[in-house]
């Protein structure tokens, strides 16, 4: 029988991931902290995967893609090196074998792109470049979009105006703290609204920056 872990899009959930206990995967060196799923190890799944130092992982495909955040150390594969901060996505169909030298930690959402979306991406979140004002007087940097969903990395320092979101939002709070519709979430915070919620973002007692998707719930 499959996993299931907040499977129903059309309710709120949220998880405060520091206070999660890290879970053993199949592969040695490799743990997560699931916050989302539908499946077994073959899953449309959102996770926090922690590589030990040393750990590797065996060559295998993303049929309907992968996207990843390094919330910490650096993440490495036979195409590419991604340090900390860095924000990429790898389109259906593609294949790696990851490792990590000194270990790190990646926000992972596996099978939830559209088929037609074959863009590959590589952000490096931690440079100014691509940082913009945004109109709540907050600034954000583009990620990624493709049809209705779109995909940022937001620096809260104002209080914003309710955000009407069709297509229901998700936030990880990267560093920092701030309050999303009045609820407090700390770093390492994950949040997940339904299709036709509402989000207002305001900040905490540190400037915060999280990362948020919006719109891709909206087929769901």
Known sequence: MATELNSDFSIPAHADTANMPWQ???QSGVQRRMLDRIGDEVARATSLVRFEAGAVFPR???ELGEEFFVLWGVFEDSDDVYPAGTYARHPPGSSHAP?????CVLLVKLRQFDPADDAWVKVNTRSEDGWVPDSH?????ALHSFGAESVWAVEVTR???PQECPGGAELYVLEGDLQANG?????GSWLRLP???TLSLAP???TARVWMKLGDLGAR
Do not use: F, I
């Open 204 to 206: 905490g007692t540190q």
């Open 159 to 161: 209080q914003s105006t």
């Open 24 to 26: 053993d995967s199949p």
């Open 195 to 197: 299709p036709g919620a």
């Open 183 to 187: 609820q407090p979430l700390a770093t």
């Open 60 to 62: 295998h495909v993303h």
């Open 137 to 141: 007087g907050n600034r954000r940097l």
């Open 99 to 103: 490792w990590s030298k000194r270990g």
